[in-house]
Every structure is written in C-alpha cells, then in structure tokens.
Nanobody
Framework: QVQLVESGGGLVQAGGSLRLSCAASGRTFSSSAINWFRQAPGKEREFVASIGWNGYYKSYTDSMKGRFTIPRDNAKNTVYLQMNTLNPEDTAVYYC?????????????????WGQGTQVTVSS
C-alpha cells in the first residue's frame, strides 16, 4: 500500500510560483508513475502532469507545458510539481496519485492511491 501526502499549497499572486510536494510511504512508490490532478470549484477534476517510475518519461496537459514541471526524487520518496507563471485559472485543489502503471498515463481511473489534496489559490 502507498500513502500520499501533499504539501506546499497556499496563496500566491498572479505571475508567482509555487512548488507542491507529494511525499509517499510504501515500497511500491519507486516503481509507480505518479500523477498530479486538480479540481477547481464547480469543475471536474483534470489531469495536470504525470511522471514515470524512473523520471525519464513525463506528460503534461498542453495548457501547462512550459509553466509546470514534475520532477521526482525516489531516494526521498517524493514527487514535486513546480508551478511557474501562475494565473487565477490555476486556482484549485491539487491532488497527487499513484498509478497502477510505471509509465505516464492521463487517466484518473488508472490511479490506485490518492492524497488528500492541497489548496492553491492565485489572486489577480
């Protein structure tokens, strides 16, 4: 079993940056792809980014390419979401999730474990 805990959310002004962390416990973490999703008020949850087990393969939603990156550190059992040039449309609860696969996937139905989420609020 894998437990995931997100941190790093908060309030930031438009144009600013935040780095979210997803700390994991459990021996299967390093063999799993890890995803970030987000859900804004009144909207469906959407895929943000995914990274494969070894950090080589990554996938991003088109609107976030160039602004967000998803590094991972398996020695620390942690995956990050570096978010730059934030805008108010990025306001949402951000969730990390562990996939049943070892390579990136965009589908939430492929996720086996979920964190509790961390709030990101971007003010204009």
């Amino acid at each position: 079993q894998v437990q995931l805990v997100e941190s790093g959310g908060g309030l930031v002004q438009a144009g600013g940056s935040l780095r979210l962390s997803c700390a994991a416990s459990g021996r299967t973490f390093s063999s799993s792809a890890i995803n970030w999703f987000r859900q804004a008020p009144g909207k469906e949850r959407e895929f943000v980014a995914s990274i494969g087990w070894n950090g080589y393969y990554k996938s991003y939603t088109d609107s976030m390419k160039g602004r967000f990156t998803i590094p991972r550190d398996n020695a620390k059992n942690t995956v990050y979401l570096q978010m730059n040039t934030l805008n108010p449309e990025d306001t949402a609860v951000y969730y990390c999730a562990a996939s049943r696969w070892n390579r990136p996937t965009m589908e939430s139905t492929d996720m086996v474990y979920w964190g509790q989420g961390t709030q990101v609020t971007v003010s204009s």
